[in-house]
């Protein structure tokens, strides 16, 4: 899995490719590739490891050209990083196959295209589909008909895009599990797994569903659903701007998007809260009748939208009197969950397309929920497409890795959930208008916040040499303290945990001494002098301490305790999106610090579109 990339045209592709390649890079991979049928009607392709640069270094030294052609970045699944095992993959009599998904039948395909004379010169499941398709080419005549005979047989999750030296008038494309885009030009068109990838030549995309396949022509598409019957996809206009995934300033993107978090918190909630209320329409024309029957919510998510939906539970039960639960999405899959009567059933995530998520989704649409709504930042996402409410989030493209934007806006998006669930569970027009104004106050304290930098980037200094660290945090500020270890280890590697800090005593405090930080988030709130009481635990083994801190919580700095304080008046439901942004800080700089990839940390991707 990872990035594709298509196009056919009446000009050269390669750069357009390329291009959209780069605008990819932020998904996470580990080689790149192209193929194009270049002017003598020959299939010519260019493979490399590692980054997207290498590659165009490749085609530079034997330059490439061609007006029909597709692109790959990827991430391993089957097969280590290696050109061999890079896309596309090529089949006999200049076949071309790009994929995103993993293949789960794809060692019995194997064995009988082994018996049917095909050689493999990969470790990839991909390299079977490409020659499947071939084989049923053979016997049809037709690439378009040879691939829809393939993916019949395919179990798991694709997105396939397909050339053929013998069909140079298009791409052949299908789906199943994982997202593919078609672009419109003139006299041209695109084709990708993201909209990022196209906006520098088009804004105006067509999205595949589920068991599609289409033909990609110069000057027209078409589109056959899973039962083979031709059907016509909306086509939208994209808002994103071609330089929507710029720097700027910043010297990576996770630090352009930690700073852009009050902008995109103000967008999340302009024009869904007003004079103090919250306009729940902006869920859905049935979100009212939802939530007056909503009796139970269950969150189902993974990772850090995982840490942000287990912070809505606190509030959810405590302010909108509603019992929740909270799962990780791939557990939810595998078990038959009892479902109470009245239950909404949330999923959160980013991009929309991950695909423990979306399964989990499709699986909750069969068990009797009484409706689903989606925390997306991807308007034209499955998961959206596939819910019956939707809170987009506006947080803009989200190029790093390690989520930081995404992460708050989801955050206010559900705050804006625990509002809409108290209106109509007891909460009066004055408990709605306090509510509304703290989470419109976000935006002023996250820039109060955002100006601890200086203060992070020094701190950051005593944690480079480490190995280990200790988040600790309770109520909402549990999941925070979660996040904050998932950041640090993401981009850092440093190994980190998180604890409930009552959990101390029940076994983490073994870990503690003079070389592992503690790192604690202390908001002025009814539990903080329980946390005081965590904290002499720590301190009392030797334990050094690292306490972001409320003016007004009484934590003096001393010997082993270092105190970071926040702004102040910081309230119940603001703290969880205002005390996560210096532990994403302090990840950021520590990071820096050890000189890892910031924003393309490795093993990980962006969009995690496999089981």
């Given at each position: 899995?990872?990035?594709?990339?298509?196009a056919?045209?009446n000009?050269?592709?390669?750069?357009?490719?390329?291009?959209?390649l780069?605008?990819?890079?932020y998904?996470?991979y580990?080689?790149?590739g192209v193929?194009?049928?270049?002017g003598t009607?020959?299939?010519?392709?260019?493979?490399?490891?590692?980054?997207?640069?290498?590659l165009?270094?490749?085609?530079?030294?034997s330059p490439?050209?061609?007006?029909?052609g597709v692109?790959?970045?990827r991430w391993?699944t089957?097969?280590v990083p290696?050109?061999?095992?890079?896309h596309p993959?090529i089949?006999?009599?200049?076949?071309?196959?790009?994929?995103n998904?993993?293949?789960?039948?794809?060692?019995?395909?194997?064995?009988?295209?082994r018996?049917?004379?095909?050689?493999?010169?990969?470790?990839?499941?991909?390299?079977v589909?490409?020659?499947?398709i071939?084989h049923h080419l053979?016997?049809?005549?037709?690439?378009?008909?040879?691939?829809?005979?393939?993916v019949?047989e395919?179990?798991?999750a694709?997105a396939?895009a397909?050339v053929?030296?013998?069909?140079?008038e298009?791409?052949?494309?299908?789906?199943e599990?994982c997202p593919?885009?078609?672009?419109?030009g003139?006299?041209?068109?695109?084709?990708a797994?993201?909209?990022?990838?196209?906006?520098?030549?088009?804004?105006r995309?067509?999205?595949?569903?589920?068991?599609?396949v289409a033909?990609?022509r110069?000057?027209?598409?078409?589109v056959?659903d899973?039962e083979?019957?031709?059907v016509?996809?909306p086509?939208?206009e994209?808002?994103?701007?071609a330089?929507?995934?710029?720097?700027?300033p910043?010297?990576?993107?996770?630090l352009?998007?930690?700073?852009?978090?009050p902008?995109a918190?103000a967008?999340?909630?302009?024009e869904r809260?007003?004079?103090?209320r919250l306009?729940?329409?902006?869920?859905?024309?049935?979100a009212?009748?939802?939530?007056?029957?909503?009796e139970?919510v269950?969150?189902?998510?993974c990772?850090t939208s995982?840490?942000?939906?287990?912070?809505?539970?606190?509030?959810?039960?405590?302010i909108?009197?509603?019992?929740?639960?909270?799962e990780?999405a791939?557990?939810?899959?595998?078990?038959?969950?009892?479902?109470?009567?009245n239950?909404?059933f949330?999923?959160i995530?980013?991009?929309?397309?991950?695909?423990?998520?979306?399964?989990?989704l499709?699986l909750?649409?069969q068990?009797g929920y009484?409706?689903s709504?989606?925390i997306?930042?991807?308007?034209e996402s499955?998961?959206?497409?596939e819910?019956?409410l939707?809170?987009?989030t506006?947080?803009?493209?989200?190029?790093?890795?390690?989520?930081?934007?995404?992460?708050?806006?989801q955050?206010?998006?559900?705050?804006?959930?625990?509002?809409a669930l108290?209106?109509?569970?007891?909460?009066g027009?004055?408990?709605?208008?306090?509510?509304?104004n703290?989470l419109v106050?976000?935006?002023?304290?996250m820039?109060?916040t955002?100006?601890?930098?200086?203060?992070?980037?020094?701190?950051?200094k005593?944690?480079?040499?480490?190995?280990?660290?200790l988040?600790?945090?309770r109520?909402?500020?549990?999941?925070?303290?979660?996040?904050?270890?998932?950041?640090?280890?993401?981009?850092s590697?440093?190994?980190?945990?998180?604890y409930?800090?009552?959990?101390?005593k029940?076994?983490?405090l073994?870990?503690v001494d003079a070389?592992?930080?503690?790192?604690?988030?202390?908001?002025?709130?009814?539990?903080?002098e329980?946390?005081?009481?965590?904290?002499?635990e720590?301190?009392?083994?030797?334990?050094?301490l690292?306490v972001?801190?409320?003016?007004?919580?009484?934590?003096?700095?001393?010997?082993?305790?270092?105190?970071i304080?926040?702004?102040?008046?910081?309230s119940?439901?603001?703290?969880?999106?205002?005390?996560t942004?210096?532990?994403q800080?302090l990840?950021y700089?520590?990071?820096?610090?050890?000189?890892?990839d910031?924003?393309q940390?490795?093993?990980l991707a962006?969009?995690v579109?496999v089981?």
């Amino acid at each position: 899995m990872c990035g594709i990339v298509g196009a056919i045209a009446n000009r050269d592709i390669v750069p357009v490719l390329v291009e959209g390649l780069r605008r990819l890079e932020y998904r996470g991979y580990d080689s790149a590739g192209v193929a194009v049928l270049n002017g003598t009607g020959h299939l010519k392709r260019v493979r490399t490891v590692g980054k997207v640069q290498m590659l165009q270094d490749a085609i530079d030294a034997s330059p490439t050209h061609g007006e029909l052609g597709v692109a790959h970045t990827r991430w391993a699944t089957h097969g280590v990083p290696s050109e061999r095992n890079a896309h596309p993959h090529i089949s006999r009599d200049g076949l071309a196959i790009v994929h995103n998904g993993i293949i789960e039948n794809h060692e019995e395909l194997r064995d009988e295209l082994r018996q049917a004379g095909y050689e493999f010169t990969s470790d990839t499941d991909t390299e079977v589909i490409a020659h499947r398709i071939h084989h049923h080419l053979k016997s049809t005549g037709d690439l378009f008909k040879a691939v829809r005979a393939t993916v019949a047989e395919l179990e798991g999750a694709y997105a396939l895009a397909v050339v053929s030296e013998s069909d140079r008038e298009r791409i052949i494309l299908a789906r199943e599990g994982c997202p593919v885009v078609i672009g419109f030009g003139e006299g041209e068109n695109f084709v990708a797994s993201d909209v990022a990838a196209l906006l520098p030549v088009t804004r105006r995309f067509m999205f595949l569903e589920e068991g599609d396949v289409a033909e990609v022509r110069r000057t027209s598409i078409r589109v056959l659903d899973r039962e083979g019957t031709a059907v016509e996809r909306p086509v939208r206009e994209s808002e994103l701007s071609a330089d929507a995934a710029d720097k700027g300033p910043y010297d990576h993107f996770m630090l352009k998007e930690i700073h852009e978090q009050p902008r995109a918190i103000a967008d999340t909630l302009q024009e869904r809260v007003a004079n103090g209320r919250l306009l729940e329409a902006a869920f859905g024309p049935a979100a009212t009748a939802v939530f007056k029957r909503t009796e139970h919510v269950h969150i189902v998510a993974c990772g850090t939208s995982f840490h942000a939906g287990s912070v809505a539970r606190y509030l959810i039960e405590q302010i909108a009197k509603i019992p929740c639960s909270v799962e990780i999405a791939s557990e939810y899959r595998y078990r038959n969950p009892v479902v109470p009567k009245n239950s909404l059933f949330v999923t959160i995530s980013q991009s929309g397309e991950t695909a423990d998520t979306l399964a989990a989704l499709r699986l909750a649409k069969q068990a009797g929920y009484l409706s689903s709504l989606a925390i997306c930042n991807v308007p034209e996402s499955s998961l959206v497409r596939e819910s019956e409410l939707v809170m987009l989030t506006r947080a803009g493209p989200e190029i790093g890795v390690a989520s930081t934007k995404a992460f708050t806006t989801q955050l206010v998006a559900l705050g804006m959930l625990v509002v809409a669930l108290a209106k109509h569970h007891g909460a009066g027009p004055e408990r709605e208008r306090t509510l509304v104004n703290r989470l419109v106050e976000l935006p002023g304290l996250m820039e109060k916040t955002l100006a601890l930098d200086p203060v992070i980037r020094e701190l950051a200094k005593r944690f480079a040499d480490k190995h280990h660290a200790l988040f600790l945090g309770r109520g909402t500020m549990h999941p925070i303290a979660m996040e904050g270890s998932l950041k640090l280890k993401e981009i850092s590697y440093i190994h980190a945990e998180a604890y409930a800090a009552g959990e101390l005593k029940h076994g983490p405090l073994a870990l503690v001494d003079a070389d592992m930080p503690v790192i604690t988030v202390a908001p002025n709130t009814d539990l903080l002098e329980k946390l005081k009481s965590n904290l002499m635990e720590v301190r009392a083994r030797g334990g050094e301490l690292f306490v972001f801190a409320d003016p007004e919580a009484g934590i003096q700095p001393s010997e082993g305790v270092t105190v970071i304080t926040m702004p102040r008046h910081v309230s119940y439901v603001q703290a969880p999106a205002i005390y996560t942004i210096p532990l994403q800080l302090l990840s950021y700089h520590v990071a820096i610090l050890r000189g890892t990839d910031v924003d393309q940390p490795r093993n990980l991707a962006k969009s995690v579109t496999v089981e």
